[in-house]
């Protein structure tokens, strides 16, 4: 089993920036896949980010691409999303998962996180 404990949500003016934790326990993660995905309300959750745990692939939702950057630090753990120029549309409950396989299909990934709120005022 694996455990995923997001934090670092909140509530920011458009332009500002925030990083949002995911804190993994349970198991070894090489060669696991973490992802962020975010949903916001009436909309399916759409993939935001991934890396690979090792060697740390990156791969992005292009509309984030050049503004957010998923990074993990293996001794913890732990992988970040720094989210910065933040948009009105970024709103939305962001999730942190695990997988074995990778993708950016939520039905790819076995474990999530409890989520936490991203809002973006304008």
């Known amino acids: 089993q694996v455990q995923l404990v997001e934090s670092g949500g909140g509530l920011v003016q458009a332009g500002a920036s925030l990083r949002l934790s995911c804190a993994a326990s349970?198991?070894?993660?090489?060669?696991?896949?973490m992802g962020w995905f975010r949903q916001a309300p009436g909309k399916e959750r759409e993939f935001v980010a991934a890396i690979k745990w090792s060697p740390g692939n990156t791969s992005y939702l292009d509309s984030v691409k050049g503004r957010f950057t998923i990074s993990r630090i293996y001794a913890k753990n732990t992988v970040y999303l720094q989210m910065n120029g933040l948009k009105p549309e970024d709103k939305a409950v962001y999730y942190c998962a695990a997988s074995d396989i990778g993708g950016r299909g939520p039905y790819e990934y076995d474990y999530w996180g409890q989520g936490t709120q991203v809002t973006v005022s304008s």
């Open positions: 349970g198991r070894t993660f090489s060669p696991y896949y």
